[in-house]
């Protein structure tokens, strides 16, 4: 019942127990002194006392005790630090209600404790997340600087072959010009600075194709135009063009076909056969002795079939962490192979990735001081529909020299070339005089405007660069004018949008510089009369026998006129000296003579001489019996007696 009571209820309690116990005593005191004796005076302030001291006593524990305990409540909480221990609840008064309220307290500490633990443990995550993603990025960015500097150290590298590769043609063009400009020089000599000269200048020229293909392609503006196209007469072509640079370093060169192949496959090959010369162009480079091989084979898959290269070498091979470097733009397999070898190290990069353009892939297995076999693996397109060729190798049985590249076909008209360049205007205007054209020139495109609307021309070749207006200016004009004139681009830029840009100017078809005569004419003779053969039908029928008299296509070239008769006069003393060689048996001597013929022949513009003498030479290197080379000199030797100007008098006083 006590215990129901309210604190205050129980200080009113006390303080009543109190003052009764004084009321008491009083009445004690009263009663001593009136009525009652000392020891009913003693009995009965005892008897107040104690129960006053008893009921004094359990009112004070039943308020201090749930006091003390809270007390050692909080005490132990304290020391312990655990927010856990509750105190125990003692009644409904005040201080239950603050028992109460102080087990809510702890409560809400436990539960922001708890809440502060589980965002604890969660910044922990984020804090240990964003470390590792930090040391992830900082890898990453280590190893992106890595590359950066192995890049720039490439490219650097890279750069400073790439100038040792564009010197050295150039030395070599500059140095032999120079030295065709001696009044001194006998025209032997001439032709072989002329060869120089020329050898050089596709160097350079390749190098700068290679440049502008890694351009291209780094810009993601390389595209492939695919066509149908001669799967054996393009193999044959890439053969013909590469085995006598095998044959000349003394290597067997052999061409092997795993089953028939389709007679036309659907592929680029003009890129095909970029891929294919330069892997065997390295091969041939990196294989001092032994062979080179290269085996074609057509694999049918579903509706299309797989045209596979293997050409295999046994060369100096690479290692692993060599081949790993291999598609790497600006690089080879090992520094030492720039100075040994030479190369700007993008012909893999660009064949990589040509490959991959074709609808197909590259790959490479080998081992140092063995070889190696790079595998070359396009889409050929369906083959249901094309005839297969079942015994390919037929075709490529007779190593024969390449033959000279057919003459396009003569050019007859009036053409308008406007080109600013002095050393141009007189090469192409040569050059398309030659085919058979008549040529006027231009400097400018205000000047080509003016005569173009005023004269008749049958086709105009724009220049696209030149002062005043260039070509893109006056090619629209001409085009607001209403002219219809076939208008060919000639630039010496060589992107694809270029020629996009010179064909939404109003050109017909597009040139980069430099030209190929070849394929200047063969591509002006697209939109102009052609005369129906080469202007020197004589050389043509000259080379299927030794009834017609053999002309040089430079016979009417007034700057060649006396190179040429120089020529023409000193082959009766060739002549001697080849016979003379093959009599004694001397074939050294005979090999080194044919090979300066086969040099010099084309140079002058008798193409069958050149691949007679290549012919003949082959049958030295290849080791043919004598009555093999023999036959093949007196065959040269039957043709050069055919050229026009040729002096049999000559010859017999040459002999020995």
Not at 371 to 385: L, W
Not at 417 to 428: A, P, S, Y
Not at 480 to 497: F, N, V, Y
Not at 577 to 603: F, P, T, V
């Amino acid at each position: 019942m006590l215990r129901n009571l309210s604190i205050r209820g129980k200080l009113v309690l006390i303080n009543l127990l109190s003052n009764g116990a004084a009321a008491l005593a009083a009445c004690a005191l009263f009663l001593q002194y009136g009525i009652m004796t000392a020891w009913h005076l003693a009995a009965v302030v005892s008897v107040s006392s104690v129960l006053a001291f008893l009921l004094v006593w359990k009112l004070q524990r039943i308020i201090s005790g749930p006091i003390e305990r809270l007390a050692e409540t909080v005490q132990t909480i304290l020391e312990e630090k655990n927010f856990t221990i509750f105190a125990a609840r003692g009644g409904n008064d005040e201080l239950g209600r603050l028992i109460d309220g102080f087990n809510e307290m702890l409560a809400e500490i436990q539960r922001r404790d708890a809440q502060l633990k589980a965002h604890r443990n969660s910044l922990e995550q984020d804090v240990q997340q964003r470390t590792e993603e930090l040391r992830a990025l900082n890898a990453q960015l280590l190893a992106a600087r890595d590359r950066a500097e192995a890049a720039s150290r490439a490219k650097t590298a890279f750069l400073a072959n790439m100038s040792h590769e564009i010197r050295t043609p150039i030395t070599a063009i500059v140095g032999c010009a120079d030295l065709m400009l001696e009044p001194s020089l006998g025209p032997a000599e001439r032709q072989e600075h002329l060869q120089i000269i020329r050898r050089n200048a596709q160097h350079l020229a390749e190098l700068i194709n290679d440049i502008l293909d890694i351009s291209k392609i780094e810009a993601g503006k390389m595209s492939i135009e695919r066509t149908v196209c001669d799967l054996p007469r393009l193999t044959g072509e890439v053969v013909s063009l590469m085995r006598w640079r095998a044959i000349s370093k003394g290597l067997e060169f052999r061409l092997l076909f795993d089953g028939p192949i389709p007679r036309h496959i659907h592929t680029g090959p003009l890129r095909l056969k970029q891929v294919l010369m330069n892997i065997l162009g390295n091969a041939i480079k990196f294989t001092e002795r032994g062979s080179v091989t290269m085996r074609v084979s057509c694999r049918p898959e579903g509706n299309g079939s797989t045209i596979t290269f293997a050409v295999a070498d046994t060369g100096i091979g690479m290692s692993r962490e060599q081949m790993e470097h291999l598609f790497q733009p600006f690089s080879q397999a090992d520094g030492s192979t720039t100075r040994r070898f030479g190369g700007t190290g993008l012909g893999l990069v660009i064949c990589q990735r040509l490959v991959k353009l074709l609808g197909g892939q590259i790959t490479v297995e080998s081992q140092p001081g063995v070889g190696s076999t790079f595998t070359v693996s396009i889409d050929g397109g369906p083959v249901d529909a094309t005839q297969m060729v079942e015994n390919p190798s037929e075709a490529f049985a007779n190593p024969a020299a390449a033959q000279p590249a057919e003459e396009p076909p003569g050019l007859q008209g009036r053409i308008l070339l406007v080109e600013d360049g002095v050393d141009n205007q007189r090469l192409i205007s040569a050059q398309l005089k030659a085919a058979g054209a008549t040529v006027e020139i231009a400097a400018n495109g205000r000047q080509a405007v003016e005569m173009a609307l005023s004269r008749r021309y049958d086709l105009i070749v724009m220049d696209m660069q030149m002062p005043e207006l260039d070509g893109y200016g006056a090619t629209a004009q001409l085009r607001q004018q209403g002219l219809q004139l076939p208008i060919i681009a000639l630039t010496a830029h060589a992107m694809s949008d270029d020629r996009d840009k010179c064909i939404r100017a109003g050109c017909t078809d597009y040139l980069a510089k430099p030209v190929d005569r070849q394929n200047l004419i063969r591509t002006l003779g697209r939109y102009m009369p052609a005369s129906g053969a080469p202007p020197v039908p004589q050389e043509a029928a000259a080379a299927g026998g030794t009834a017609a008299i053999l002309r040089s296509k430079y016979a009417d070239d007034e700057q060649m006129r006396d190179l040429l008769a120089k020529f023409v006069g000193g082959l009766p003393d060739r002549v001697s000296r080849i016979m003379d060689s093959l009599h004694r048996g001397e074939l050294e001597d005979l090999r080194r003579l044919l090979h300066q013929l086969k040099g010099a022949g084309g140079g002058y513009g008798f193409a069958p001489i050149t691949a007679a003498a290549a012919q003949a030479e082959s049958a030295i290197k290849t080791g043919q019996a004598i009555d093999a080379i023999t036959a093949q000199v007196n065959e040269l030797v039957e043709l050069i007696r055919t050229v026009e100007g040729y002096d049999p008098a000559k010859e017999a006083a040459a002999r020995p």
